[in-house]
């Protein structure tokens, strides 16, 4: 009598493959073969084996490409053994051919972070300290992890904790480069460093008594931003761009930048503004 196969190991087939494969919490290794293939009959008991020693976090999904040709198809395969790597229902990895298990688990070293961060994001809402702390021990024992620390910055600034996210953020920019979500992290973190000890009001009647009061000006913009009223902050950096170009204008134009990095892409607010300081400056 063959031995049962661990619950997270499936045999999926064309009509409950994307129940199989879809709308799990678990990293999904998805793997391609056929019954004829000599590497995919070495590759199969090496997956099965991590897979039922991993179950808390791997689910493992086995395609007959003789039996499932719209999976197969879906999938654009061509060669097998494929496997693919899929986690929150889209594919984040993949490779092809019989690879030994050392190679096969440091394919899913970082697969498993992955699924980590994914399983924090949802219980930090509960238990955030929680959270912060795993993030922290995590670094710890990968402190070259530069997702880590984003995503452990992104969390100390939703907390307020401004100093610690600053730390974070300057040891991934000693690199010499940020990625793009840390580099909106720095400019979120400048825009509340900007916030002014004045209220947006009492700048807002100083600027109106004094138009020409353009450091009064700039300390309005930034309390707009700071306070996250962006478009109305955009308005003022454009009229310091024209007015004061080579001081407090420059100083805006910086805000500005920040603002856009801040904000998502696809913003109406860069998108008008973006343009509007383009034709200010040239």
Known sequence: MSEAKPPNILITSDPTFEADVYGRSSVVVV?????WCAPCRMLMPTLEKIAGENQDWLTLVKVNTDECPMAAGKFGI??????FAILNDSVVDQFQG????????EWL????SQWELSQLESDFLANPEAVIERLQTMIESTPKDA???IRLAEKLLILNRFDEATVLLEQLESRGFLEPEATKLKSQ???????????????????QKNPRDFAAKLKLAEALAGSQQFERACEVCL?????????TGEKARELMIDIF???????EITSKYRRQLALALY
């Open 78 to 83: 061509q060669g097998i053994p494929a496997v």
């Open 147 to 149: 997702t880590l620390k």
């Open 98 to 105: 019989a690879l030994p298990e050392k190679s096969i688990l």
């Open 239 to 247: 009229e310091l761009v024209a007015q004061d170009r080579r001081v």
């Open 31 to 35: 793997d391609f073969w056929a019954s």
């Open 189 to 207: 973190l400048n825009l509340m460093g900007r916030k002014s000890t004045d209220s947006v009001e009492a700048l807002m009647d100083l600027v």
């Open 261 to 267: 990095r801040t904000l998502p892409d696809e913003s």
């Open 109 to 112: 070293v970082p697969l498993k």
